[in-house]
Nanobody, 120 residues
Framework: QVQLVESGGGLVQAGGSLRLSCAASGIISKINTMAWHRQAPGKQRELVADITRSGRTNSAASVKGRFTISRDNTRNMVYLQMDSLKPEDTAVYYC??????????????WGTGTLVTVSS
């Protein structure tokens, strides 16, 4: 089994910054793409940014130039640096990873989420 645990959420004023972290643990052979998604109240979950194992990144238009995704393959971690935060960034942020394990078929795992609240 694989677990993803997010941290770093909280309350911040508009224009401020937060850094989210996500740690993957368990029986892991290799982690492929890792990503951050978010779900705002009353809205569907959406992709914020993702990053391949080699470091190629992709991000939503709404966060380009403000959010930066990165990862540390030696520590099985992914990060989301969020700058110039806006009230519309308020959401629960979820970590996602595609994981290869020795005894379990490759599959996607999700964390339980961390709340980010941006006040105006």
């Amino acid at each position: 089994q694989v677990q993803l645990v997010e941290s770093g959420g909280g309350l911040v004023q508009a224009g401020g910054s937060l850094r989210l972290s996500c740690a993957a643990s368990g029986i892991i052979s290799k982690i492929n793409t890792m990503a951050w998604h978010r779900q705002a109240p009353g809205k569907q979950r959406e992709l914020v940014a993702d990053i391949t194992r080699s470091g190629r990144t992709n991000s939503a238009a709404s966060v380009k130039g403000r959010f930066t995704i990165s990862r540390d393959n030696t520590r099985n971690m992914v990060y989301l640096q969020m700058d110039s935060l806006k009230p519309e960034d308020t959401a629960v942020y979820y970590c996602n990873a595609n994981v290869e394990s020795l005894y379990i078929p490759t599959q996607d795992y999700w964390g339980t989420g961390t709340l980010v609240t941006v006040s105006s």
